[in-house]
């Protein structure tokens, strides 16, 4: 079965570090997305992208937060410098254009 | 008003009945609406997905639309302690664009 898969799978860091989260969408699969979920705020869309190009990052803090998609393989989340506020387990999915989206297991993110 | 709402719960249901959950959107152009099952401490995993007005039957699971009233619903037929989970309503706005609900967790007791 294809998956997307998700690095790392947890991380834990200090206020203030630079975080690198990355994804690898499952191949094929031309759009993909970052959501972020809390208990209090549930499952929050962050950015999205097609085809590689940004579509959408309105859901992401501009000042610290930053998504790319080097290549059709790797798309990053960045945080820098990170906060206690961003503590969230962070997921990204990815499906063909249109069609339903699937979920990586997800980076839990502890900012102390 | 959210986008996608959803009651929290838990609804406690007995296994072997129907568990009913439901979901209500507000975007009239809303096409598309998808349900995902999450276990705790695990990623959504797509359950069912719905796009025409009507029932839409897999296994146990049936969705149901009505875009007139902006309301989508997923029955789970004979319930079982397995699908005590948190269910996510999704409605895609736009071509691309995701809205979740927060989840209604169900408890199947048994």
């Known amino acids: 079965d294809a998956r997307v898969t998700q690095t790392p799978r947890h991380k834990v860091t200090e206020m203030g570090q630079e975080v690198t989260m990355r994804c690898q969408p499952i191949?094929?699969?031309?759009?993909v997305f970052w959501y972020r979920q809390t208990m209090m705020q549930g499952l929050e869309l962050l950015a999205y992208?097609?085809?590689?190009?940004?579509?959408?990052d309105s859901g992401m803090p501009k000042d610290r937060f930053s998504a790319e998609m080097p290549d059709a393989t790797l798309a990053t989340l960045k945080i820098q410098p990170s906060e206690p506020r961003d503590s969230a387990v962070y997921f990204c999915?990815?499906?063909?254009?249109?069609?339903?989206?699937?979920f990586g297991d997800g980076t839990r993110l502890s900012i102390l | 008003q959210k986008e996608v709402e959803q009651n929290s719960g838990p609804l406690s249901v007995p296994e072997g009945a129907i568990a009913s959950l439901n979901c209500t959107y507000s975007?009239?152009?809303?096409?598309?609406f998808f349900w995902y099952r999450q276990y705790s401490g695990k990623s959504p995993e797509l359950i069912m997905f719905?796009?025409?007005?009507g029932d839409k039957e897999d296994g146990r699971f049936t969705a149901q639309l009505n875009k007139a009233s902006q309301y989508v619903s997923l029955l789970i037929r004979d319930s079982q302690p397995s699908d005590s989970a948190t269910y996510l309503c999704?409605?895609?706005?736009?071509?691309?664009?995701?809205?979740f609900g927060t989840g209604t967790r169900l408890k199947v007791l048994a």
């Open positions: 992208f097609r085809n590689r190009a940004p579509l959408d």
């Open positions: 191949l094929g699969h031309n759009t």
């Open positions: 719905i796009y025409s007005n």
């Open positions: 999704a409605v895609r706005v736009g071509t691309y664009k995701y809205i």
């Open positions: 999915a990815s499906g063909p254009a249109g069609q339903p989206q699937h």
């Open positions: 975007d009239r152009g809303s096409q598309s």
